[in-house]
């Protein structure tokens, strides 16, 4: 059975959707409308993705209703500044298919340009007011700009999607997210990335938590998932495998003990996989966004 959360602006979102980073749009519109088969009710994806049109085109081949679907997405660096972002959100609404986008993000702090981000923040607040998008957030907003942005901008961000894993917790973060009614939503929440670019350590290897796994006759990226959701972060899983699609809808059953959240914290090692946000810049990773 999902779960859903209630976001800071009364909107409910379901606690666990399907990621599609990286994930090649002839092989997304599969994957969105096995998701849906399977019990899915969310889909993450965002502008610099490339699949936001398949996305759409996976919702509409599955039969669902328009309202019985979470859409997230994310508008890239190459559209912030205020009038900018708002031609983004008519860009992602018409490759989506929609009228209306339900969680809006902006995709990185674009900390060279802060004043780009502040405007687009702005736009968010504006889609928001104009009832196009349900609710806004940020993803990958450090603390120190997270703080500039509620110091220039009016609407608390609903949700800061960022790197959370058993190898990197970010748990500052995550305690001002606590005290300002932000959700944590993990992208990369099974630490996928840490075996990505070649890594020596893949959570998916842990032996801590294969010892988990075992005790509760679950996978290792389930016990990761149920990590998460323990603590009360939404998480968005990425496949494209019919079989693991399912296995990471497969953590509602079961709970973990005091004693293996506990191994599991102990886990942190303090280091990034993704890049730093800091780095994300025009000039190294701009790239104009399609109209649709």
Same mark, same amino acid.
């Given at each position: 059975m999902q779960q859903t959360v209630t976001l800071n602006n009364g909107v409910e979102m379901p606690r666990l959707g399907l990621g599609v980073f990286q994930t090649p749009p002839d092989a997304t519109i599969a994957a969105v409308q096995e998701a849906l088969r399977l019990g899915y009710r969310h889909v993450d994806t965002a502008a610099a993705y490339g699949n936001e049109r398949e996305v759409g085109a996976g919702i509409r081949r599955s039969g669902y209703a328009r309202a019985e679907v979470f859409i997230e997405t994310k508008v890239w660096i190459n559209d912030y500044g205020y009038d900018a972002t708002l031609h983004a959100f008519d860009k992602s609404a018409g490759k989506l298919g929609v009228d209306r986008i339900d969680l809006l993000l902006l995709? !990185?702090?674009? =900390?060279?340009? #802060?004043?780009?981000?502040?405007?687009?923040?702005?736009?968010?607040?504006?889609?928001? %007011? @104009?009832?196009?998008?349900? %609710?806004?957030?940020?993803?990958? #907003?450090?603390?120190?700009?997270? !703080?500039?942005? $509620?110091?220039?901008?009016? +609407?608390?961000? &609903?949700?800061? !999607?960022?790197?959370?894993?058993?190898?990197?917790?970010?748990?500052?973060? !995550?305690?001002?997210? %606590?005290? $300002?009614?932000?959700? /944590?939503?993990?992208?990369?929440?099974?630490?996928g990335i840490t075996s990505y670019y070649g890594g020596a350590k893949s959570t #998916?290897?842990?032996?801590?938590?294969?010892?988990? &796994?075992?005790?509760?006759?679950?996978s290792a990226?389930?016990?990761? $998932?149920?990590?998460?959701?323990?603590?009360?972060?939404?998480? +968005?899983?990425?496949? =494209?495998?019919? &079989?693991?699609?399912?296995?990471?809808?497969?953590? #509602? @059953?079961?709970?973990?003990?005091?004693?293996?959240?506990?191994?599991?914290? %102990?886990?942190? =090692?303090?280091?990034?996989?993704?890049?730093?946000? @800091?780095?994300? /810049?025009?000039?190294?990773?701009?790239?104009?966004?399609?109209?649709?």
């Open positions: 995709h !990185q702090p674009l =900390t060279s340009r #802060f004043e780009l981000a502040i405007g687009a923040y702005k736009a968010l607040e504006k889609l928001l %007011a @104009d009832g196009r998008v349900r %609710a806004i957030g940020v993803s990958n #907003f450090m603390p120190e700009m997270l !703080q500039r942005l $509620l110091a220039e901008t009016s +609407i608390v961000p &609903a949700v800061n !999607q960022i790197e959370v894993h058993p190898y990197f917790q970010q748990r500052e973060l !995550q305690r001002l997210h %606590a005290g $300002l009614g932000i959700l /944590t939503q993990a992208w990369s929440p099974m630490g #998916f290897d842990d032996p801590i938590l294969q010892r988990i &796994a075992r005790e509760h006759g679950k990226a389930q016990v990761m $998932l149920r990590w998460h959701l323990q603590a009360g972060r939404a998480v +968005i899983p990425k496949s =494209t495998k019919p &079989a693991r699609i399912a296995e990471n809808l497969d953590v #509602f @059953d079961f709970v973990l003990t005091l004693e293996q959240v506990a191994a599991i914290d %102990a886990l942190d =090692t303090g280091v990034r996989s993704g890049p730093e946000p @800091d780095s994300i /810049t025009l000039e190294r990773y701009g790239r104009e966004i399609p109209e649709a």
